[in-house]
């Protein structure tokens, strides 16, 4: 298996107003904890909040375009938000393959969203060798 444990994959993403709306429109979420500066900050927040699953959006991309194979899909994922993300930020995902189990086909992958020093989330992601 060209994956093997302790590998690691990172990535910068920069969190864009445009991805942040369109996130918004193709959802048709509009929850004012996104789309109110207000409101936000009314509920200890200093800006809208970006919506956590564009983070869901970044995970996809490492399974499709930053592993070696191709042949993958994601069976499970699990992701413990600590801090909120805003846009403008620019974030750094680092994922570590913790498990390669080639009887089953699957690869389990820890994975953090920084932003500067700052732990914005963290996770656990399983992937299936198809």
Known sequence: MPISPGQIFEREFHVTE????GFGQLFRDQNPLHTDTGFARDHGFRDRV???NVLSGYLSYLVGEMLPVKNVAILSQKINFSHAVYRGETLKLS???SGVFEETGV???KFKFHAGAETKARGLL???ML
Do not use: P
């Open 95 to 97: 994922a570590t393959v």
């Open 107 to 109: 690869i389990e992958l």
């Open 50 to 52: 970006v919506y956590g």
């Open 126 to 128: 399983q992937v299936k």
């Open 18 to 21: 445009e991805v942040v709306t």
